[in-house]
Structure formats: structure tokens, C-alpha cells
């Protein structure tokens, strides 16, 4: 998956101590040039650039993208949904939150590949039912199709303040300009 010219792959998944944890590798130009790994034990997970051996000019590199990109992830990151009954308002998220939607796409397109390989062979596009910018739900499509995609999705969804519906083609994906927004879900539901 590439966003807006850093590509992110080789998701790994494994169990960790507390949650499940996952690692992957951050690419730019074809050069990988860090890694993002969240050990699942409840310690802040951490982007670090990768370091090669006895190779000052390449590690002094790898570590100016990761702080680009880390500045990036901050300005392109999700809003934190809010809680109105714990008094806490919607606020700007963190290279943290950004990082753990990048995991949810790659882990999405996986899905995705993994089913038209299989089950739904001739399928041309998926729907994707968004919270907060993560995918929450697909489906898959022989043809784009917004109106069933909300249908299918929302089906016994009441409350859909943070949902949104878009519908892509199969991956791989690359997205300009952060993550896809979607349709407002609300507007699925009028009518």
C-alpha cells in the first residue's frame, strides 16, 4: 500500500504479551527506510529508522525520511473521536494513531487479496465501510456500487456518527493525500 509516496508492507502479525502485536516496513523510492512495530505488551510502540552496519551516510538518511515521515503521520493522522458522556471532545490525532490506521489498511488489503484469490474470484472492486478513516468492514463487488455497498453494510447499524462508505478498486492501493474519507454514512440512511 502506498500513501502519498511512502509505501507501507510485510505486515507481520504475532501474539503479544496484553493485545495482538504487528509489525511493518516503510519504503520510500523502493528503499526501505524504517520500521513500525507495536509489541502488543502495552508499551509505547515505536518507529525507528532501519540502521546498516558501518554505514554512517545511509543511517543518517534513513533517519531524516523517518523524521519526515514522522511529521507527515502527525499532519495527516485522524481525529481521536470524542466522548461526549466522559467529557471528552473529538481532538487531533498522533503519528500513533496514524501508524495503527496504516495497520488496519494493510491488514484490509491482505483480506481483500486473500479473498479474490479464493472465494470471490471475478470480483472488481471492494466497499469499505470507514471509522474514523480505518476500515471497518468490506465487501466485495463485481462492479462499483456505492448504494449497495451502504445497504450491505449498514444493516442494522443505528448510530453512524464516525461512518463513512467508499468503494475502490481492488488492490494494491495507493492513496494521495492520506486515507480515503468516503461518503458520509448518515447520508446512506435518509430515505
Not at 462492479?143 to 442494522?156: D, E, H, M, S, V
Request: glycine share 8%.
Amino acid at each position: 500500500m502506498v500513501i502519498d509516496g511512502y509505501s507501507f508492507a510485510n505486515m507481520k502479525s504475532f501474539p503479544g504479551k496484553e493485545f495482538p502485536a504487528y509489525s511493518f516496513t516503510i519504503a520510500r523510492n523502493d528503499r526501505r527506510f524504517a520500521e513500525f512495530i507495536d509489541h502488543g505488551d502495552g508499551s509505547e510502540p515505536e518507529l525507528r529508522p532501519m540502521i546498516r552496519i558501518d554505514n554512517d551516510r545511509a543511517n543518517s538518511y534513513n533517519e531524516s525520511l523517518t523524521e519526515e515521515l514522522r511529521r507527515y503521520a502527525e499532519e495527516h493522522a485522524p481525529m481521536y473521536p470524542g466522548d461526549p458522556g466522559s467529557g471528552i471532545e473529538s481532538h487531533k490525532g498522533d503519528m500513533l494513531l496514524f501508524m495503527a490506521v496504516v495497520a488496519d489498511w494493510l491488514e484490509t488489503e491482505q483480506r481483500c487479496r486473500r479473498f479474490t484469490t479464493k472465494r470471490y474470484m471475478g470480483m472488481k472492486s471492494v466497499g469499505v465501510l470507514l471509522e474514523n478513516s480505518a476500515p471497518r468492514d468490506i465487501i466485495m463487488l463485481p462492479k462499483p456500487n456505492i448504494r449497495l455497498t451502504a445497504k450491505r453494510l449498514l444493516n442494522g447499524i443505528e448510530n453512524t456518527e464516525n461512518l463513512s462508505i467508499t468503494v475502490l478498486d481492488l488492490p494494491p492501493w495507493n492513496f494521495r493525500c492520506g486515507f480515503p474519507k468516503g461518503s458520509p454514512a448518515s447520508g446512506f440512511l435518509e430515505g
